[in-house]
């Protein structure tokens, strides 16, 4: 196991792997250190005189402009954002706090930054043994992060939260480690519906989160099942239909909104079905109360458990 660099201060460089690219930054973020003479993939520097191109639209209070040579974002409780395959460019925004830009910096932009790279990019968690992984996709509110750590106290390993970073070949699945760290609602979300067009999630209500650190795994696991978590009794695991994955994997995509905004909804779908050639996909309704959720836990240990000895 690696332990994690955390921190939000800027002054760099630092050296650092993210989902298996080394990558040198401005700012710490909260991924594991590498060593400081290593080639990074991807560089990431702050830019003050950046300034987003002519013909920028906008998404709510996100700007963004996409072309061949980079996508552009504007959050405008953080900065502007130039990501290119090989380097992202930062300025921030006057006032903004430096922890604003390390979280979107390690969370929407790794993502986006990901799948330039041409990676499968999901809204998932991930956990794994003896080299094997299980992704586990949901809205906001599932009970994926209740699972994860149910599943950790069985001796699983920690993988990711929140971001499923996939490495689709010809002939396996890879997964590459995360943040150290789980997002932990400080009380439970209570999932409603999500208007027609909505974004999966914007149905559920809003609560506090915290940050826990976790042991993240150094090494990236061959992924066997992707698994979505739904929340609601009664309890079942069923294995899912081809159309019904594919489609799951289009709505738990990272960001699922950008996939138009960027083009990148073919790349996306062609990642989605050259992985369910490769791995099984099955649906969890988590039940409630204790029993169920370790009757979820011991369902997805005996899975790993068969592929392991398999």
Known sequence: MRRETHGCRAGGPFVLRMYGSVVRSDWRLPFAEWPADTRPAVTITR???LAMPAGHRADGPVGFRIDEHAWWFDYPDAGLFRIGTSTLTVRPHDGADDRA????????????????????????????????????AGRSGAGKTTLTRALLHRGFEFLSDDLAV??????RVAVEPGPGRLKVRMSPGIPGPSAPGEPAGRGTREVAK??????????PHEVCA??????GAPWAFDRLPASDAALELVRHAHMPRSLGVTGAGRHHLAGA???LGSVSAHRLSRGEGAADLSRSADRLSAMLHTRGAA
């Open 47 to 49: 830019d003050d005189r």
């Open 101 to 136: 830009v390390v979280e979107t910096l390690a969370g929407r932009l790794s993502g986006l930054l990901m799948r330039r790279r041409g990676r499968l990019v999901l809204h998932a968690n991930v956990v794994g043994k003896d080299g094997h992984a299980v992704v586990l």
């Open 166 to 171: 996939l490495d689709v070949g010809d002939d």
């Open 210 to 219: 915290t940050v826990e650190p976790a042991e993240v795994s150094a090494a």
């Open 226 to 231: 992707v698994v979505v978590v739904e929340a």
């Open 273 to 275: 079905t050259r992985l």
